[in-house]
Each structure stands twice: as structure tokens, then as C-alpha cells.
């Protein structure tokens, strides 16, 4: 129950394309769901956020979609650009205020 | 502003040995949190410090243990080392040890390999 599952573990778009990345969860505890960036060599980066009783999220090209029915909840990337490329995690917070991550998607942006 | 800060930046160890890790946050954060990163998974919380004690611990043994000083830095110390322990090690520092009111920052994180 503690688990987030995230997909698809790597993913290749054109430069310019959508990128999508989902993640499901069970717990109904948790309460905060953040997306995180992490480039080679760095330690991951909050990218963007969400709670539960928002259905959607924007900041510029990066949406966050969340279905608090289905526990699912998805990351876009919009207008794809080779510096996006980049390892994403998502990541759920508990009633122990611990966040519980996703095993990581590799995203390429292909020129 | 220096952001969170970790050394060393890459360690080699024997099993059976033990390791410290060292931690700087980030300006003004008084909460450290230490994770556990295994190669192509996402990272696992090992335990959280806030005002010199131990606020929350994840599922590990005993042989990782902690230390925050009154500046706010923090040690990870591993003993008994185990091939399983090699990972990134990264830290992270926050104001609120909630996370309710703040993130977490990262540092680059340590890379431990136990051979």
C-alpha cells in the first residue's frame, strides 16, 4: 500500500512532442504529490506539485494531471526540448509526512 | 547562497568496514534528511534530524545511524558495510520538518561503492 508505481521506465520523444509519464497509487493517506527532476551527477529537484483536491496543475510547459478516483496521477511535458532530458521521479507524501518514490522514468528528447 | 552540500563525492569501502558521510544544508534550513538511492530506483528515506534528534526513521537497520550538530550539518554512518549498501547517498535540508511548509533540497548526493 505503501508503493508508487510509476511508467513507462524510459521514454524517447522528438524534440517538440508531448511527454507523458504516469504514476498510481493506494494509499488514500497520502496527501502531497511532487514530481522531481534529476540530472546525471545531481540530486533530484522539485519540478512541479500537487494535492489531492486539485484535479490539475500548470507551471509553463509542466502539468500535472490528477485522478483522486483512479489514484492516478500523470506528469506532461509539453514542447519537449533536449534539455529536458533527464531521469523523473514521482513521489507521494504519508501521514508520516515521509515521501514514498516512484522507481524513476529516463526521458531522451531527440533533436 | 551555497545550496546543500555533500562529501565526499565518491567513496570505495570494503565489507565489513564502516563509512561516515557528511551533509551541509542549505542556509537557513534546520532539517536534514538522509536518503538511500540504488542504481535506477528511486530514492528510499533513511531517517530525518530536526533540532539534533532523530524525528523519523525508514525501514533500515541499525547499522545506519546519524548524527545533526548544533549548525545543522549531519553525518550518515553506515557499520558492518554490505555489497547491498552500494548506492548514492543523498541528503536533502528543509525549514519545516513536515514538509507541509517547504521542500526538500538535494545535495549531489555520495556515491558509495562497497567491494
Known amino acids: 500500500q505503501q508503493q508508487v508505481k510509476q511508467s513507462p521506465q524510459s521514454l524517447i520523444v522528438q524534440k517538440g512532442g508531448i511527454s507523458i509519464i504516469n504514476c498510481a497509487y493506494e494509499n488514500t493517506a497520502f496527501d502531497y504529490f511532487p514530481w522531481y527532476q534529476q540530472f546525471p551527477g545531481k540530486g533530484p529537484a522539485l519540478l512541479i506539485a500537487i494535492r489531492p483536491d486539485v484535479s490539475e496543475k500548470k507551471e509553463g510547459r509542466f502539468t500535472i494531471s490528477f485522478n483522486k478516483s483512479a489514484k492516478q496521477f500523470s506528469l506532461h511535458i509539453m514542447d519537449s526540448q533536449p534539455g529536458d532530458s533527464a531521469t523523473y521521479f514521482c513521489a507521494a507524501r504519508d501521514s508520516n509526512y515521509q515521501l514514498i518514490w516512484g522507481a524513476g522514468t529516463k526521458l531522451i528528447i531527440k533533436p | 547562497d551555497a545550496g546543500v552540500t555533500q562529501s565526499p563525492t565518491h567513496l570505495i569501502k570494503t565489507r565489513g568496514q564502516q563509512v561516515t558521510l557528511r551533509c551541509s544544508p542549505k542556509?537557513?534550513?534546520?532539517?536534514v534528511s538522509w536518503y538511500q538511492q540504488a542504481l535506477g530506483q528511486g530514492p528510499q528515506f533513511i531517517f530525518q534530524y530536526y533540532e539534533e534528534e532523530e524525528r523519523q526513521r525508514g525501514n533500515f537497520p541499525d547499522r545506519f545511524s546519524g548524527h545533526q550538530f548544533p549548525n545543522y550539518s549531519s553525518e550518515l554512518n553506515v557499520n558492518a558495510l554490505l555489497l547491498g549498501d552500494s548506492a548514492l547517498y543523498l541528503c536533502?535540508?528543509?525549514?519545516?520538518?513536515?514538509?507541509?511548509?517547504?521542500?526538500?533540497?538535494f545535495g549531489p548526493g555520495t556515491r558509495l561503492t562497497v567491494t
Open positions: 542556509s537557513g534550513h534546520d532539517t
Open positions: 536533502a535540508s528543509s525549514l519545516d520538518w513536515t514538509g507541509v511548509l517547504d521542500e526538500q533540497y
